[in-house]
């Protein structure tokens, strides 16, 4: 698969996210619904980082020549999607919530605006 098809599979799960996230943050907490829609988030983010991780960082400087500072927030993903979900399953809403919101600001809301800095695709998609 090549970078653009990663690109394009990757905006696939993330904008379905940053909508189930939001809605997520609106509705009453403990619903079926929200169990619902929280299990689907938590998958696609996962489903997100994980391709995220195959694309090499095209801006800034790299480590192991592919890995960027974008991809920080992959690796936070990757560890804040199980641990979020153990919390809830204890019994820890507090810490749940915490790690939720942290994952929705962190990896959506800051990482998604990053992609839109000059030399990436989405600005130069967006604004030329």
Known sequence: MNYIDLMYFH????????VIGTVLLIIKKGSRKHVYLGRLYMVLML???????F???EVGPRVLNHFGYIHSF?????YTVPTAYWAIKK???KSHKRKMILLYFGAIIIAGGFTFFPG???HTFFFG
């Not at 905006?11 to 940053?18: Q, R």
């Not at 489903?47 to 991780?53: E, Q, W």
């Not at 992959?74 to 990757?78: E, M, R």
Request: aromatic share 10%; proline share 7%; charged share 5%.
């Open 120 to 122: 990436r695709y989405l």
């Open 47 to 53: 489903i997100t980082a994980g391709i995220t991780l």
């Open 11 to 18: 905006l696939a799960t993330v904008v379905p996210a940053f």
């Open 55 to 57: 694309m090499p960082a």
């Open 91 to 93: 019994g820890n809403v």
């Open 74 to 78: 992959s690796f936070l993903t990757i």
